[in-house]
């Protein structure tokens, strides 16, 4: 245990001893999203985000007491007076040595929401933030700035998340990466939330009716319906103590406006839900308000709202994030395929056709140009990119999705979109050595993946040449290919043991389909720690236990553990995945404190 871990803890368990009057218990009641508007003025917790070397954003939601008659101002109701709320920025835990603040006002025009962005901070610091107002404060926040300094190289160690559905189980993951004290921040590369209801759209295990119930109780389609459903989150304890615990940077999916989305629709938005375009903006301006998120420049050029952005760690490395479903061409369909967003290759081509053509784009011409200019930046050894969905070709044998002989992609994901991958990764993998390495960080398909990322293969050379590699984090709770598989007729009612034996054998056959994928686990949920040096970037996959009869779905306990599973590594030159031994071990440094 290190000084800073002592000190972390000893933090941590005096921000839960000073708040026990706001705490949530772990199973919630009917109106779990609004109860803690009911718990003090700050009842939502503290986050923090988008770090940079000199600024952080900090947030909060302020409630304002009710005077006498007054119902609360809970999340999305409209209702609240302004309240001033003072914020303060210090580099000790005590607040003795301030060296920001400033007040600022809640209205309901923001949903009460409180984001500030602190800057004039120095780089690579640990910092504590709390918000007072009328008498109260909030819990103490942790957070710190991006190693990025000219002439110097820090450790830079992150927890790589995605796809946290609150219906789906108990938020386990975020409670085990709260718990750690080496980590810089939690990358949380989409689905944030789930815009499904409670009705025939619930999503999740039916042991959870009535424990984890979405809120609102039906389907979100509106501003109030987003705010209240962000608020369920932000109400929930361990989402509440990772957010405290770390500042995080992110990027929405689709599930933060609805299935499947593109440009100008999306899969799950129906007739008599209104304007898919009135509907995708009030669902930004609920993620906008309740994540502490920064909005990039907008003169790079962009399409719509310039999401995507970059952030620098001095010489080694980048992240570039990227947003993948405001511009993007709707995807191709096939009716009658049993799984939603996959199609069959190889038998028509007019879906092949449709699928290579280069009139269809996942992000804009400009930030893939953008994207390309990051990739060759000169004096940087990696090249990160938080990615929504798997831009390694995934090639499913139709045996495990019910039609036998055929071979399916995913046209939700760059299979969908196989000219803007093409020009990426030919393009990435003709960079010369001095440009350093890309590995693409994702979610989305709820299963862990590593990979290779192949381009054609050159005469005499091997099957595939490699312009990089994927790390792909399983989901926090939605169904992986165990809970899929275990839905389908011929698997319903086995038990445990078989669901899984029968998910590990289409994984063996997917393997062999796909030789770049190195490592893939469709049963476990959690999250992946990637730890990035000068000579590698090593990434630990921590997953939920093997279902069994005894225990057959870990994520409705809520105390269940997430256990070290596996490792994988890309050495420094070598654009491929090697094996790695062992979960990583200390930092090569801490940032600094007080």
Not at 45 to 57: H, K, L, W
Not at 395 to 404: K, M, N, S, V
Not at 424 to 435: D, G, I, M, V
Not at 570 to 576: E, I, M, P, Q
Request: charged share 20%; net charge negative.
């Amino acid at each position: 245990m290190t000084p800073s871990s002592v000190g972390r803890r000893t933090l941590l368990k005096g921000v839960a001893a000073a708040t026990a009057a706001l705490a949530v218990p772990r199973v919630f009641d009917p109106a779990a999203a609004a109860a803690p508007a009911s718990k003090g003025i700050f009842g939502y917790g503290v986050a923090s985000g988008d770090p940079t070397a000199d600024s952080v954003i900090i947030w909060t939601r302020a409630t304002p007491p009710p005077r006498p008659g007054e119902p609360v101002a809970a999340p999305g109701n409209g209702l609240g007076r302004p309240i001033p709320v003072r914020w303060q920025v210090s580099t000790t835990e005590r607040f003795n040595r301030v060296v920001a603040h400033g007040t600022v006002m809640t209205s309901p025009d923001s949903d009460h929401t409180v984001k500030v962005d602190v800057t004039g901070l120095d780089p690579y610091t640990r910092y504590f933030y709390r918000f007072q107002s009328l008498g109260e404060f909030s819990a103490v926040g942790r957070t710190q700035t991006a190693g990025d300094i000219a002439g110097e190289t820090h450790a830079l160690r992150m927890a790589l998340v995605s796809c946290s559905n609150y219906t789906g189980g108990f938020f386990t993951a975020y409670r085990a990466i709260s718990k750690r004290d080496d980590l810089d921040f939690v990358l949380h590369v989409g689905d944030y939330i789930y815009e499904y209801g409670n009705g025939a759209d619930r999503y999740g295990p039916d042991a959870l009716i009535g424990v984890r119930d979405g809120q609102p109780a039906t389907e979100t389609i509106d501003l109030t319906g987003y705010r209240l459903r962000h608020a369920l989150h932000k109400a929930d304890p361990d989402c509440q103590a990772a957010h405290q615990a770390l500042p995080w940077i992110t990027i929405f999916d689709d599930h933060e406006v609805a299935n499947n989305a593109w440009a100008d629709g999306a899969e799950n938005h129906q007739p008599g839900e209104g304007d898919y375009l009135v509907r995708r903006a009030q669902a930004m301006q609920a993620y906008l308000e309740w994540m502490p998120f920064r909005m990039p420049d907008q003169s790079v050029p962009h399409q719509g709202t310039r999401f995507f952005k970059r952030f620098t760690f001095g010489d080694l490395g980048d992240l570039s994030i990227l947003e993948t479903r405001q511009n993007r061409s709707r995807q191709v369909t096939v009716p009658g395929v049993p799984f939603d967003g996959f199609v069959p290759i190889g038998v028509n081509p007019q879906i092949d056709g449709a699928l290579a053509s280069p009139l269809r784009h996942l992000p804009e011409p400009e930030q893939l140009a953008w994207l390309k200019d990051g990739v060759a930046q000169q004096g940087r050894q990696w090249h990160l990119l938080g990615n929504q969905v798997m831009i390694a070709p995934v090639l499913y044998p139709g045996a495990a999705l019910g039609a036998p002989g055929l071979t399916f992609v995913n046209a939700d994901q760059w299979d969908g979109y196989t000219a803007d991958r093409t020009s990426l990764l030919t393009y990435a993998a003709a960079q010369p050595e001095s440009a350093g390495d890309i590995v693409v960080l994702t979610g989305d398909i709820h299963a862990s993946f590593s990979s290779d990322l192949p381009v054609a293969a050159s005469p005499g050379q091997p099957a595939y040449a490699s312009a990089g590699v994927e790390v792909v984090c399983p989901s926090v709770t939605s169904d992986g290919f165990y809970e899929v598989l275990g839905g389908t007729p011929q698997l319903a009612g086995q038990p445990p043991e078989v669901v899984v034996a029968v998910t590990r054998q289409a994984i063996a056959a997917a393997q062999q389909l796909n030789p770049w994928i190195k490592y893939l686990d469709g049963v476990g949920h959690g999250f992946v720690v990637v730890d990035v040096t000068p000579e590698r970037v090593q990434a630990d996959y921590y997953l939920t236990p093997v279902p069994s009869s005894a225990d057959p779905d870990p994520r409705v306990d809520p105390e269940t553990a997430l256990d070290y599973m596996h490792s994988v590594q890309t050495l420094a030159g070598s654009r491929r995945l090697s094996a790695a031994v062992g979960a990583v071990g200390a930092r090569s440094d801490e940032p600094r404190t007080s």
